[in-house]
């Protein structure tokens, strides 16, 4: 997996000696001297990684660290620390500020690539949610980004065989504010993740069933329900092997024994802050897709949708066609107000929905025109189906506040066949609503062949 990595080192033979180490495994590699240069190049070059000296002059690891997470255009971007620094105290102060992880100098191959690839993994995960943020974006729509909340309101499943253990560090995450459910194997971990959504997993690796912790952990990766959800192991050192295979098949971290609590916290923190931002792009991405095929008056989707929709199953099959419009809609307006048309729109929305099948889909063509695609449907359900939406309106008032509204509707209906194209659907679905308009309005009329060679509009082709 190629990728660009920031190395960042007021030492120039470490600066060389890791560029060296990375460009042989064909990552491309760019360096920095101090803080600032460091900075500067994170937001020029966009880099995947930033392997990041601690001990530097002017501006430590720490405080280059914190101002990339400071900062919207480089927080997502991951940050392994690289020291000679061994103090517990000072891997939790990096993992404060927002790293990912610790190496030791001089630094492991193995290691070293076994966290590439893992934080890599995620990153290109992120990369595409970021991406389609930004379309939405430029389409108008901005996803509001959720407060950290620590571990407040978290949850996790915590699979430990030794149940001392498993109590102590459900308590160090307790205290926390987080919800942990314990499980004494993998088979149960699984049972509770099914069961409900967990904001991640942490696995206890001991002596026999090592193998099945990180089966499970592969499996986890496997399934869609539990793809991104952070996975945490814990193992001792002698462990190390196993460790770094669990963050090659799918782990997101690991932390050794003896497990010290500010490290643990720190490390689950930093995965679930990451878990909460990319649900949050998702979340938003969602949102933005649904109102750009959505019209905002009446909740049903729009012209938009719709054309690409009924292309969609006039490639694969046939489908019932009908142009839906209320009769004398300008007078409402003119009467009783925009309010009132407004209010009228809905109302007429809310009852063609109901009375249609959740196959069947219906939208807001424009003005008071709607348009519903029936999927498959033979002739003779789709004129009862079109004769039971008329005669529904026509039964049924809008209710205008003290004021009961009567409705009817007209529909020109055309049976499209299989391979014909959406345009010619709509134009004779159009010339039979123009003929119903045009013989009394409240009726149906069923579209004839010389209506499929016209446009919208009536317009011969």
């Given at each position: ?74 927080a997502h971007l991951p940050v392994v620390m690289v020291t000679a620094l061994t103090e517990q105290h000072e891997r939790v102060r990096g993992l404060e500020a927002g790293a990912d992880d610790f190496l030791s100098k001089p630094v492991d191959d193995a290691a070293l690539f076994a966290r590439l690839r893992a934080l890599l993994r995620v990153k290109q995960v992120q990369d595409a949610w970021r991406q389609q943020a930004a379309i939405a974006r430029q389409l108008g729509f901005e996803a509001r980004m959720p407060l950290d909340d620590g571990l407040r309101h978290s949850s996790a499943v915590l699979v430990a065989a030794d149940p001392t253990e498993g109590a102590a560090l459900a308590r160090t995450l307790r205290a926390e504010g987080m919800t942990v459910e314990l499980a004494a194997d ?276």
């Amino acid at each position: 997996m190629t990728a660009r990595i920031l190395v960042v080192d007021d030492v120039l033979p470490n600066l060389q000696l890791l560029e060296a180490k990375l460009r042989a495994e064909f990552y491309e590699v760019d360096l920095a001297a101090n803080g600032p240069d460091a900075l500067a190049k994170a937001q020029a070059w966009a880099p995947d990684v930033i392997l990041l000296d601690v001990m530097m002059p002017d501006m430590d690891g720490f405080e280059v660290c914190r101002r990339l997470k400071a900062d919207p255009a480089t927080a997502h971007l991951p940050v392994v620390m690289v020291t000679a620094l061994t103090e517990q105290h000072e891997r939790v102060r990096g993992l404060e500020a927002g790293a990912d992880d610790f190496l030791s100098k001089p630094v492991d191959d193995a290691a070293l690539f076994a966290r590439l690839r893992a934080l890599l993994r995620v990153k290109q995960v992120q990369d595409a949610w970021r991406q389609q943020a930004a379309i939405a974006r430029q389409l108008g729509f901005e996803a509001r980004m959720p407060l950290d909340d620590g571990l407040r309101h978290s949850s996790a499943v915590l699979v430990a065989a030794d149940p001392t253990e498993g109590a102590a560090l459900a308590r160090t995450l307790r205290a926390e504010g987080m919800t942990v459910e314990l499980a004494a194997d993998p088979e149960a971990g699984r049972a509770a993740l099914q069961a409900r959504p967990h904001d991640a997993a942490l696995l206890c690796l001991g002596g026999v069933a090592e193998a099945d912790t990180l089966r499970f952990a592969s499996r986890l990766r496997a399934e869609g329900v539990t793809r991104d959800l952070p996975v945490l192991l814990i193992g001792d050192p002698s462990q190390r092997e196993a460790l770094l295979r669990g963050l090659d098949i799918g782990a997101s971290d690991h932390v050794l024994r003896p497990v010290d609590p500010n490290e643990l916290l720190a490390r689950v923190r930093n995965q679930i802050r990451r878990k909460r931002y990319q649900d949050q792009l998702q979340t938003g991405i969602d949102r933005s897709l649904e109102l750009a095929v959505t019209d905002p008056l009446t909740g049903l989707r729009n012209r938009r949708y719709f054309l690409r929709h009924l292309d969609g199953l006039l490639a694969e099959e046939g489908a019932a066609v009908m142009m839906i419009d209320i009769d004398r809609f300008k007078r409402i307006n003119d009467s009783a107000g925009h309010a009132a048309g407004d209010a009228a729109l809905r109302g007429v929305a809310d009852r063609l929905r109901h009375r249609l099948r959740a196959a069947d889909v219906i939208a807001r063509y424009g003005g008071e025109e709607f348009i519903v695609a029936l999927r498959a449907a033979a002739p003779d359900y789709a004129l009862s189906v079109a004769e039971r939406l008329r005669a529904g309106m026509a039964a049924e008032p809008i209710s205008l506040g003290a004021q009961m509204l009567p409705i009817t509707i007209s529909i020109g209906l055309a049976m499209a066949p299989a391979g014909g194209s959406a345009e010619q659907a709509i134009a004779a679905a159009d010339a039979a609503l123009y003929r119903a308009k045009g013989s009394g309005r409240n009726r149906v009329e069923l579209a004839r062949p010389e209506d499929f060679a016209r446009r919208p509009g009536g317009d011969a082709i």
